[in-house]
């Protein structure tokens, strides 16, 4: 009886479990386990692509919002493409309106720059080679940066002698568009207010015209219909409605997506000046002045982007948005978060005390209904505790690839334990059928019953991966988390759990024989 109890502890199947369920809760310890939105709390974003876009396009979204949000400090990221439109963007640890707000900007901060000069585009976002750490002063904010050297030497050259004139800066500049605006904000865009130190150069309204294809057109009460054939007829790909009339403005937003046309609509907000209205609509920052030394003609590679907010916070997170837009590059398409929805960490931490109770409620419930099918507590604790080493390897397995656990993941570490339980009757029903083979030699017959019960393991092991696969593969959405705990525990169960199950069971049942 010793030598059996000997033999068992030394077989590899058994030492590997051993090792594996030791690395399982070192790997615990060390690295806890981290848990997704509806566990740990935080927001869930919808975001909408401004038009259907191809497979490729929306994996390369979902890439550079992933290195975006990264890059703007958010931890715990899931981004999840869902068709060809809609985007899902769960961030956890995120509790408050201003965090939320400021994943948004940097969410819908499609990220096209621009510098321009007379019209004249000289650098783009993908001349922007270093962005430096922003600077913060009250209410005032700086983002340093270097652009290229072909940049800054093109720049040199146009703006060789023209000391003081303007030169703008522009993020998410609506190119291509009709804009559509009072008379007083054409006027006021078509003024010298633009133009820094040099009235006589080109007005603001020029410069967007000749540099972006943008036509300003003042609003005197046109219909829809007139507004979309306008655009349709200039060949436009946006309409821009500044204060236009809000029956007017939704005809026209109703009746441009069957022509290929996106709209924007944007209202004075109250206390805002004409000239605040104009930069926002534009995406302008500045203009700023040429100094003297470039008017000479020496390149400069290192310029910045200054701007204000309301208060220092608001200043700091402006500035951080776009240090982040501009070390970051832009989306291949303009997106819009149309849904929010914040969970509670309080709510979170409910849900996991739940998803514990009900594990150890299914332990238990395992426990007692394989002693009741037996009547023997030597065949039901190994197998009750078996399917406890396995929620522990698959646990130690999520803690070490940094799985977020979320509800669909624990509810599928909750189907594993039916799973493995199953399998692991199979194979005791085997061994326990081994008495009624006289006939069969003792170790070729408990072969042969092994043999036997490890064949249906696998068979129902691979149906379960297969399904599971498909699952992961082409499902969108947060059951995934299911279909990946699942997988994880059916492989350990059959690479682990199951063999080192077998050795035991036939040593707790060799009497029964």
């Not at 078509?190 to 006589?200: G, H, I, M, R, W």
């Not at 200054?306 to 240090?323: F, K, L």
């Amino acid at each position: 009886m010793r030598r059996r109890k000997k033999n068992l502890l030394k077989n590899w199947r058994i030492m590997f479990l051993t090792l594996v369920l030791i690395g399982s809760i070192a790997t615990l310890v060390v690295r806890p386990l981290t848990y997704g939105i509806d566990i740990s709390g935080g927001v869930a974003l919808v975001v909408e692509t401004e038009k259907p876009v191809s497979s490729n396009v929306m994996n390369t979204v979902v890439m550079s919002l992933q290195n975006r949000l990264n890059t703007f400090g958010v931890k715990d990221i899931t981004i999840e493409a869902q068709g060809n439109q809609i985007i899902l963007v769960k961030v956890a640890n995120v509790s408050t309106a201003e965090q939320a707000q400021g994943i948004k900007q940097v969410i819908e901060q499609q990220g096209v720059f621009y510098m321009e000069f007379l019209g004249t585009v000289f650098a783009t976002g993908k001349d922007v080679e270093q962005v430096f750490p922003y600077r913060i002063e009250e209410n005032k904010w700086e983002v340093p940066f270097r652009i290229s050297k072909t940049a800054a030497e093109k720049f040199a050259e146009l703006a060789k002698g023209k000391a003081g004139y303007p030169v703008d800066f522009f993020l998410d500049v609506p190119e291509n568009s009709l804009m559509v605006m009072p008379k007083n904000i054409y006027d006021k865009m078509n003024s010298t207010d633009f133009n820094s130190k040099a009235p006589t150069a080109p007005t603001l309204m020029e410069r967007v015209i000749k540099a972006f294809h943008i036509t300003p057109v003042v609003y005197n009460n046109q219909s829809a219909d007139k507004i979309i054939e306008m655009g349709k007829t200039l060949k436009k790909d946006k309409i821009v409605l500044i204060n236009v009339n809000d029956k007017v403005a939704k005809a026209v937003e109703e009746k441009a997506t069957s022509e290929n046309l996106t709209v924007r609509i944007v209202t004075q907000a109250k206390g805002e000046s004409e000239n605040a209205l104009i930069t926002r609509v534009l995406g302008l920052y500045g203009p700023y002045a040429v100094g003297s030394g470039l008017a000479e003609g020496v390149p400069k590679q290192d310029v910045q982007i200054e701007g204000s907010a309301p208060d220092r916070i608001s200043a700091m997170q402006e500035a951080h948005t776009i240090a982040t837009v501009l070390q970051t590059g832009s989306l291949p398409v303009k997106l819009k978060v149309v849904g929010m929805e914040f969970i509670s960490p309080r709510l979170g931490e409910n849900f996991k005390n739940q998803a514990v109770y009900a594990g150890i409620g299914a332990l238990i419930a395992v426990l007692l209904i394989v002693y009741l099918h037996y009547r023997k507590f030597k065949i039901a604790i190994p197998i009750a505790s078996t399917s406890l080493f396995e929620v522990i390897i698959i646990l130690g397995v999520a803690s070490l690839i940094k799985w977020n656990l979320d509800l669909p993941s624990i509810a599928g570490i909750i189907a594993a334990i039916g799973t493995g339980v199953d399998q692991q009757i199979v194979i005791t029903d085997e061994l326990l059928g081994g008495k009624r083979e006289s006939r069969i030699s003792k170790r070729m017959g408990m072969l042969r019953r092994m043999g036997r019960a490890f064949f249906v393991i696998l068979a129902s092991a691979t149906t379960t991966v297969v399904a599971m696969s498909f699952l992961l593969v082409y499902f969108v959405g947060s059951l995934k988390g299911f279909a990946v705990t699942t997988i994880l525990g059916v492989l350990i169960g059959i690479g682990i759990t199951r063999p080192a199950y077998a050795e035991i069971a036939k040593y707790l049942l060799a009497g029964e024989k």
